[in-house]
């Protein structure tokens, strides 16, 4: 008997079908990983492209009467710098006479510039008894416009910078006093109010340290809760209730931690307010629910086998846990981690409720003393009204990101190491 | 029986849950014998076996009634202590099951948590005779550092069987140790099951009737949860008492 669809020949109408669709669900997954592709390249690029300019600042050089009358070589720190900046910035620019023009001309200037000058001194005691040409930092007003961020062009009531500062700046451009340099300061300030100084290491320290706490406590925590519930605990009613209640805390908005971590660490327990101690504290909080459950899993992806053998061997519960079964699960317990802590720094509503939100321009030394965190720093940041801030921020946004890939990198080559086929 | 049975099990009923896995099994089992234990699926002679070393207090559902002695002390007692009777009590399981370390540190785990070897030379010793009884030395004397999980699949099981006698157990369960490998692995399995039993008793669980006729001194039928018979493999085999184990050893149910 011949069936007709007995032949191997393509082209044949149902399979067509079949390939179409085939190739169609293909299509739709290429076009899916490209759109994804696109998004991120976009965002990096655009985050880059913004932020570049923070690695730089601008300086300017002038012309500092530091003759005995000014500085008393005897009393250093005594002597007005802010009075010496401006002196030397008239002396630079007679032309300013009115009131309004001085001020302009002040603030061609960072107010940090009388500090500056000081420290300078202090370091070289040389420098008195006479006029010297030294660099001060200019104003973020300055800085923009040598980058470009404000428009030289339009009325001058709608510029930062007005008519007589342009002037000047060229002037002293002409002169080749005023530079762009590396920004130094950025990697090793904290936060200002003023544009040009603010820097971002006492978030970085901040959120170093929180992360530091919040790993010393959900890491252990966390492994050794799914432990027990995985390897020791009887699944009975009360097992279900508490596997349910962890998953449910997995999916709890993050600023609920935060309002607890207010309420019970703050309030009741007295600890310091807008400290990494009690950030990271709430932040473990957040984090031990998902690294219990991606270390529940990965136990339970330990095949049964390793377990009956090394019972079987007369090995105690926690001899098969401890030799066996454990070291099999590390990698997975270290992915989960990783994406706990990854979750953890990028958090910023919990760190709002206990007061990390805070305006913290030293360097955090201990987990007990305030501080910021990156995240909150980058919200802070992009609040200001600032043009500078802007640059700041995806700066800011930057430094998060290559913390994060640099923790992402620690985790993977210690699961690479920790790997076992079986 | 001339000598009194090694291990003597009375009246064990297995429930897991509501459900009856064993009842009233009483069997008595030789020291220095093969016994071997067969039946069709699900009849419940593997999970006879794992009552003998405890396995099944693992399950949670699995309640154990009844009496089993090894030696006169009755295991489930409450003064036993499981971990020194599965020291006593070694296991080879179905699938060969080393764990991901060398061979020689599968081979010593068991005398390092039982502190059999007081030196270094001690384990080495022991590992070696182990290897050596396992019929496994020669194969991989010259590789003991490397991992015991790219062994074929029947130097695997040896390597089991290694690290079981290890421990120098009184008995040993095997739990159709063959049933994952080629016949030619088999066979050299078989031999070893011979020897070993010069030394050690053997209860082995096999779906293989020819094994069972091959390796066993004794046998137990096993059906649907009940003993039907049990005696001399050579009667079992030729003159069985039951139909059950006649249709079955025939070839007409399981």
């Known amino acids: 008997m011949t069936n007709p669809t007995t032949s191997f020949l393509k082209g044949q109408k149902h399979l067509n079908r079949r390939h179409n669709a085939e190739q169609r669900f293909q299509w739709m997954g290429r076009i899916a990983i490209a759109l994804s592709l696109i998004f991120l390249a976009f965002m990096i690029t655009s985050i880059i492209w913004q932020g570049k300019g923070a690695v730089s600042t601008t300086k300017v050089m002038l012309a500092f009467d530091l003759s005995a009358q000014m500085v008393d070589p005897e009393n250093i720190k005594g002597a007005s710098y802010e009075k010496i900046v401006k002196s030397a910035l008239r002396s630079q620019f007679p032309n300013a006479k009115k009131r309004k023009q001085k001020k302009a001309l002040y603030a061609l200037v960072s107010s940090d510039a009388g500090f500056q000058l000081r420290d300078q001194i202090l370091a070289n005691p040389a420098l008195l008894g006479a006029e010297q040409t030294l660099w001060v930092s200019a104003s973020d007003d300055v800085d923009m416009l040598m980058k470009g961020h404000i428009s030289r062009a339009g009325a001058q009531s709608d510029r930062r910078v007005n008519d007589d500062q342009i002037g000047w700046i060229d002037t002293l451009s002409d002169e080749d006093a005023i530079k762009r340099v590396f920004n130094i300061g950025f990697f090793t300030s904290g936060d200002s109010r003023e544009p040009e100084l603010a820097g971002i290491l006492s978030a970085l320290v901040g959120s170093a340290l929180s992360l530091l706490v919040c790993f010393a406590l959900s890491f252990p925590i966390g492994i050794l809760a799914a432990i027990y519930l995985e390897e020791f605990a009887k699944k009975n009613r009360w097992s279900d209730l508490i596997e349910i209640n962890i998953n449910n805390l997995a999916a709890v908005p993050s600023i609920v931690f935060g309002l607890l971590g207010l309420s019970i660490f703050l309030n009741v327990f007295g600890l310091p307010r807008s400290s990494p101690l009690v950030g990271g504290m709430v932040l473990a909080l957040m984090t031990l629910p998902t690294i219990i459950i991606a270390a529940r899993a990965s136990l339970r992806a330990v095949p049964p086998s390793i377990r009956e053998a090394a019972l079987g061997m007369g090995a105690s519960p926690v001899q098969t846990t401890f030799h066996h079964v454990a070291p099999l699960a590390l990698p997975g317990f270290l992915t989960g981690t990783i994406v706990g802590m990854a979750q953890a720094l990028g958090e910023t509503a919990p760190l709002l409720m206990i007061g990390m939100v805070a305006f913290i321009v030293d360097i955090p030394s201990s987990i007990l003393e305030p501080a910021t965190a990156l995240p909150v720093q980058i919200f802070l940041w992009a609040d200001s009204p600032e043009r500078a801030f802007l640059e700041k921020t995806s700066a800011a946004i930057i430094v998060l990101l290559i913390f994060l890939v640099l923790m992402n990198i620690i985790a993977i080559t210690l699961r690479k190491k920790y790997e076992t086929r079986f | ?254």
């Not at chain 2, 490397?146 to 029947?154: D, F, I, N, P, Q």
């Not at chain 2, 290890?166 to 016949?183: G, R, T, Y």
Request: net charge positive; proline share 5%; hydrophobic share 40%.
């Open chain 2, 1 to 254: 029986m001339q000598k009194t049975p090694l291990i003597s099990a009375k009246d064990v009923d297995v429930f897991y849950a509501k459900k009856q896995a064993l009842d009233k099994i009483t069997l008595d089992i030789p020291e220095h014998k093969v016994t071997s234990l067969i039946g069709p699926s699900g009849c419940g002679k593997t999970t006879f076996l794992r009552c003998i070393n405890r396995m099944n207090d693992l399950v949670d559902i699995c309640r154990v009634a009844g009496e089993i002695k090894i030696m006169g002390q009755d295991i489930y007692a409450p003064e036993v202590d499981v971990v020194a009777l599965r020291a006593n009590v070694g296991m080879v399981f179905q699938k060969p099951n080393p764990f991901p370390k060398s061979i020689f540190d599968n081979v010593a785990y068991g005398p390092k948590i039982h502190g059999l070897a007081k030196t270094k030379g001690d384990m080495e010793e022991m590992v070696e005779w182990s290897l050596r009884k396992a019929g496994l030395w020669e194969e991989v004397k010259d590789r003991l550092a490397e991992t015991g999980t790219g062994l074929s699949g029947g130097q695997q099981q040896r390597l089991c069987i290694a690290r079981a006698i290890a421990v120098k157990p009184k008995v040993i369960l095997m739990d159709e140790p063959c049933s994952a490998l080629d016949p030619i692995a088999t066979a050299i399995i078989e031999e070893l099951i011979d020897e070993l039993r010069k030394k050690f008793t053997i209860i082995i669980v096999t779906h293989s009737m020819q094994q069972a006729a091959r390796v066993s001194q004794r046998t137990a039928f096993f059906h649907m949860g009940i003993l039907v018979e049990s005696g001399a493999t050579k009667s079992l085999f030729t003159a069985p008492q039951d139909e059950r184990t006649q249709n079955y050893i025939t070839g007409r149910i399981g």
